[in-house]
């Protein structure tokens, strides 16, 4: 393994009022710098995310008795939220909620259907933004800028 050295391998020349002022930066405190810079974007990017997937984990197991006893009473919406909120999507399930004219459903389908290439998508995310679901009138609105 090769020895860091503290000889400069950057040199930085600042212009102040006071004159030239030239700064120079070792391999080793650039290694060190480089080292910390990627510790501090892992903790402040990766662990907020995980914290946050876990309080989310948190709320939909706490949600889900209640939802279930309203899905077996036959609320749509909470069927909906269901299959929205499962490790994984039941897409006939979604389908079905789109065709019964769910908003947030057929926003869904159609984000799904669009993720996959298949060129109805853009149809349920327009019948999604037609019944005034403001996701997919923000969804048009950033297609149609060509974002």
Same mark, same amino acid.
Request: aromatic content about 6%; glycine content about 8%.
């Given at each position: 393994?090769?020895?860091?050295?503290?000889?400069?391998?950057?040199?930085?020349?600042?212009?102040?009022?006071?004159?030239?002022?030239?700064?120079?930066?070792?391999?080793?405190?650039?290694?060190?710098?480089?080292?910390?810079?990627?510790?501090?974007?892992?903790?402040?990017?990766?662990?907020?995310d995980q914290l946050n997937r !876990?309080?989310?984990?948190?709320?939909?197991?706490?949600?889900? %008795?209640?939802?279930?006893? +309203? =899905?077996?009473? #036959?609320? $749509? @919406?909470?069927?909906? !939220?269901?299959?929205?909120?499962?490790?994984?999507?039941?897409? %006939?399930?979604?389908?079905? +909620? =789109?065709?019964? #004219?769910? $908003? @947030?459903?057929?926003?869904?389908?159609?984000?799904?259907?669009r993720h996959d290439g298949k %060129?109805?998508?853009?149809?349920?995310?327009?019948?999604?933004?037609?019944?005034?679901?403001?996701?997919?009138?923000?969804d048009l609105d950033r297609h149609?800028?060509?974002?």
């Amino acid at each position: 393994m090769k020895k860091l050295v503290t000889k400069p391998v950057i040199t930085v020349i600042s212009h102040t009022r006071k004159g030239d002022k030239v700064t120079t930066i070792s391999e080793k405190n650039l290694v060190y710098g480089l080292l910390t810079g990627a510790l501090l974007v892992a903790v402040f990017n990766i662990v907020p995310d995980q914290l946050n997937r !876990w309080e989310k984990r948190e709320k939909v197991e706490a949600l889900q %008795p209640a939802m279930q006893r +309203l =899905a077996s009473a #036959g609320r $749509p @919406e909470a069927k909906l !939220w269901l299959t929205l909120h499962a490790d994984q999507i039941n897409r %006939p399930q979604l389908a079905a +909620l =789109a065709a019964q #004219g769910l $908003p @947030e459903a057929m926003y869904a389908h159609g984000w799904l259907l669009r993720h996959d290439g298949k %060129p109805d998508g853009a149809g349920w995310i327009a019948r999604a933004a037609a019944a005034g679901w403001v996701p997919a009138l923000e969804d048009l609105d950033r297609h149609a800028k060509g974002a």
